[in-house]
């Protein structure tokens, strides 16, 4: 299987308002996953097959014909638990060939450097190689397994699914003036402010020379108003 994905910039809608009339708005949350790295990562897994009912004498091959793998995405890990099938071409102490299969439990781990609220994952096995041992007769098995997994974090956001102008309801503003003296707190936006004193936000940038829509410290501003 393939998995193809662009990164691209999207732009999101998150709150409007009329200078003229008043407006209702209606909000849906909406989930986007952003791409945090790709993960390529050699693991090695030791098991014993156990040969209960039969003596074995020699291996003919071994060989992996089936793989799967799922990850359970946590905070700060990702848990890949998988299942590998073995098949196994040997000869028995009669020199007769027999043909088993078994299949191999395995999990790993693999620790992520940063904290991910809410981890999404593609993820695909490849069995590199099988190599093995005997000890009597149970077979020790060494997997080489390859794990390939693209890393999200789904991002869940407020955005505008509709609005609503009321044209019959005008905003009240101060007709008055051309300016308000405004006395803006830290971290305070810009863009909020425009909306209460029903301005805009580019011209209270340009009017105070402003180039961040958050106030850095205490300060006092200058409103435009849109008469």
């Not at 998995?3 to 009339?21: C, P, R």
């Not at 008043?22 to 097959?49: A, D």
């Not at 992520?112 to 007769?137: A, F, Q, W």
């Amino acid at each position: 299987s393939a998995v193809v994905y662009e990164e691209s910039e999207i732009k999101l809608l998150t709150d409007a308002y009329s200078n003229t009339f008043e407006t209702e708005l209606t909000y849906n949350n909406i989930k986007l996953p952003k791409f945090v790295t790709k993960i390529n990562e050699n693991y090695v897994n030791k098991s014993t097959i156990e040969f209960q009912d039969k003596s074995i004498s020699d291996i003919i091959d071994i060989w992996n014909d089936i793989a799967t793998v799922n990850v359970i995405p946590k905070e700060d890990r990702l848990e890949f638990n998988g299942k590998i099938n073995v098949c196994v071409l040997a000869k028995n102490e009669n020199d007769e060939i027999f043909y088993i299969e078994r299949v191999i439990d395995f999990t790993h781990e693999h620790i992520l450097p940063e904290k991910i609220s809410d981890p999404s994952c593609h993820v695909d096995i490849n069995v590199v190689s099988l190599s093995y041992r005997m000890n009597g007769d149970n077979l020790e098995i060494r997997s080489d397994i390859k794990l390939l997994c693209s890393l999200y974090d789904i991002r869940q956001y407020k955005v505008i699914e509709s609005i609503y102008v009321d044209e019959d309801k005008k905003r009240e503003k101060d007709n008055s003036s051309a300016l308000v003296i405004y006395y803006a707190d830290k971290n305070e936006n810009t863009w909020d402010i425009a909306r209460k004193y029903c301005s805009s936000q580019e011209m209270i940038h340009e009017e105070n020379d402003l180039t961040s829509e958050n106030i850095v410290e205490p300060r006092m501003l200058l409103i435009p108003l849109l008469n």
